[in-house]
Structures are given as C-alpha cells and as structure tokens.
C-alpha cells in the first residue's frame, strides 16, 4: 500500500512581512549597508536569489551580522533550500540566541526535511508562544505533520484543533484535516467547498472524490484545473502521476507518469514519494538501475520510509545483489516490525544467503502476524 503524505507548505512573502521590526537586521555601513540594504529589498520582493547573493556577500565582508544571517536563512527557506537555511539558522543562533527568525524558522526547515524528531520540540514551543496570526497557522500545519509522522495521533488532534478554531476558513488547514480525519472528511470538505469551490483546493477535493469513485480520468482532470489556477500545487502533479500508473493503460503512460512526478519535485525537491513512486515506474518496466537511483533518493528525503526500502531491497535482489539487498532491509526490521510484508521478504533474503536459521526466523514472526491458517496463501508478491 502506498503512503500518501502532503508536502511542508511553503509560507508566502506576506507572512515574511509580518515579523516583528526587530528581527530586521542591523544596519552596517558602506558597501555592505548596501548589500544588505539590496538583499532585503529583493527578499521583500521575493528575488530569492537575489536576496541570497547580496546577504551572503554581506556576510562574508562581516560574518557577525547575526540578524542578516537569519534573513538569509529566511531566504533559503522560502527558495526551498532547506538545508543551506538550516545552516544559516545555527549559526545566527550560536551568534545570538535571542534572535526569534532562527527560532521559528529552524524547527520549520527541519520538519520541510522530515528530520521531525528534531524539529518537534521547537515546533511545539514556537506553536504554543508565536504571536503571529500567519506564522503561527504555517508553524501548526507542520507540527501536526510531524506529529502524525511521530505517531502521536492524541496531540495531533489536539493540535489540528486548534489550527480549526483559530483559521475556520483557510483552505490548508482544512484540507490537512480532512486528511487525517476520514470519518470527518465530508463534513470538512463540505465546508471547503462552500467557502471556495473554485479554488485550487476546492478542485483538489473533486478530484479526490472522483478518484474514490473510481473516476480516474475524472480526477485527472480536475487536478489539471486545480494546477491551471496554482501551478505550484503540493501533491497535485504527485496524485496525477499515481492515477496515471495504476489505472491508464496507454503504452506511454508511465512515461507521462514521470514527468508528472518530476514536475511534482520542481515544487516540492524533497518528497519522498514522488521519488518513490519514479522508481517503482522504473523498476515495473524493467529500468532497474533508473529505479534504484529513484529508491535512493527516496531514502535520503526520508531514511524510515519503510515501502522505499523493501522496494529498493526487491530491486537489488533482480539485480543478484542479494548482500545488498538484505543490508538495505535489516533497518526497517527496527522501524516496522509488525509488517508481515517486510519480514517475508527477509525471509527470503535470508534463504538466498543460505542463512536457514535467520530465514526461519522471519518466517515464524510472518506466520504470527498472518495468521498460521493464512500464512501460504496472503503471501505478497516479491516480484
């Protein structure tokens, strides 16, 4: 089964805008007052690259400008490139710990990277004392991801909560719900689609639905009409490219299905399931090299995505790289006990190593979490 997770959203420049007087830099004199000056300007007019270039040049004419180097963090934040801001943030704070943009921003760069363990305390302090009405939807969004990820269902729903009480018309905070609530997702995106039908996520939702009807093409569809109005749509490009390998069945398909993934990873570089799902393209039609390289990338965006491993181990095993294959699966043994799929391929590994004692041992903890009367015939399929 495929996971589906939602991109970190990228906040806009007005929440940029909205930070407090005093976490605009301090004012440096001649050539590099204008640098900073210039980076600024072009941060404020979202001219990421711009902005990178002249507060970096700053920075290296002054390295202890501890506020300009947290704006340029908020600069590689905002331009996607996490962990450039990650770097930036550290440091900004080693110079001076009281600056509050490394403090909110750090957490939220981590989370955009999936490092959630280590971006959850900061979240969590920054959801509960940040101030700002914006900044603080964008700060909850991500919490209650990471949260989710974490398996902390209770605080998750403690914390979309309170993200519905404080924004009840955003479309993003309503979506998200909408996610994680299924037995309350018709009422949310009912509400949804009073208050913006027409809207990119108003689309999404007809898509959803006409997916869940079996409707695939119909889904397609209203994808394409949500990323006419906001090309930048997390997810969208992702869900189409799903839609188009499970159901078309077009000879080129799968290509097609490709280029959606690769457009889905213009927007969001670091989603592990865009880069999942290229691989498993790859690997279905016999590009086994193309689709390791796509496993991979999946597994630096997110080391504990289970199905990437087993997928990536599944390749390697094609391949004869049997050794291989098992050094990538052991860790998720640790991640994913319970998961029958994953100790039956073990198995096997084991088998193929001739490793009898090791491969008798995931068959009886597969034969458990089976079922001893269904063991033989729910075996999945390894191929």
Not at 14 to 26: D, E, V
Not at 185 to 206: C, D, E, T
Not at 227 to 255: C, F, I, T, Y
């Amino acid at each position: 089964m495929k996971r589906m997770r939602l991109n970190t959203g990228l906040i806009t420049w007005c929440l940029l805008l909205a930070l407090p007087a005093s976490a605009r830099p301090q004012q440096p004199s001649g050539s590099v007052q204008a640098d900073v000056r210039e980076g600024m300007a072009a941060l404020e007019r979202s001219n990421f690259n711009v902005a990178e270039e002249r507060l970096s040049r700053a920075l290296q004419a002054d390295p202890n400008m501890a506020e300009v180097r947290a704006n340029l963090g908020v600069a590689y934040y905002a331009d996607r490139k996490y962990p450039r801001a990650i770097e930036a943030f550290e440091l900004a704070l080693k110079q001076n710990s009281s600056l509050q943009i490394p403090r909110t921003f750090l957490p939220l760069s981590l989370a955009a990277l999936n490092r959630c363990e280590e971006a959850l305390p900061g979240l969590r302090r920054e959801f509960a004392s940040n101030r700002d009405v914006k900044l603080g939807r964008v700060i909850g969004l991500s919490l209650q991801r990471c949260l989710q990820q974490s398996g902390d269902q209770p605080e998750a729903d403690q914390v979309i909560q309170k993200l519905l009480a404080a924004y009840p018309d955003d479309t993003d905070v309503l979506f998200e719900a909408g996610q994680m609530y299924a037995k309350l997702s018709s009422q949310i995106y009912l509400r949804l689609m009073k208050i913006a039908p027409h809207s990119p996520r108003g689309y999404q939702v007809m898509a959803e639905v006409s997916a869940s009807e079996g409707n695939w093409q119909g889904a397609i569809d209203a994808y394409h009409r949500a990323l006419k109005l906001d090309p930048g749509l997390p997810g969208a490009h992702l869900r189409v490219g799903m839609l188009l390998l499970q159901h078309s069945q077009e000879p080129n398909a799968w290509r097609q299905a490709i280029d959606e993934l690769d457009a889905e990873l213009k927007i969001n570089p670091h989603s592990d399931e865009a880069e999942y799902e290229i691989g498993e393209a790859y690997r279905k039609h016999g590009e086994i090299d193309q689709s390791i390289a796509g496993f991979r990338r999946a597994l630096r965006a997110n080391p504990n995505f289970v199905e990437a491993r087993m997928a990536l181990a599944k390749a390697f095993r094609q391949q004869g790289r049997k050794q291989e294959a098992l050094s990538t699966l052991e860790p998720a043994r640790q991640t994913a006990p319970e998961n029958a799929a994953l100790r039956f391929l073990l198995a096997q590994l084991y088998r193929d190593l001739g490793r009898s004692a090791d491969a008798r041992r995931e068959e009886e903890a597969f034969r458990k979490l089976q079922g001893a009367s269904q063991s033989n015939e729910a075996r999945p399929n390894l191929q």
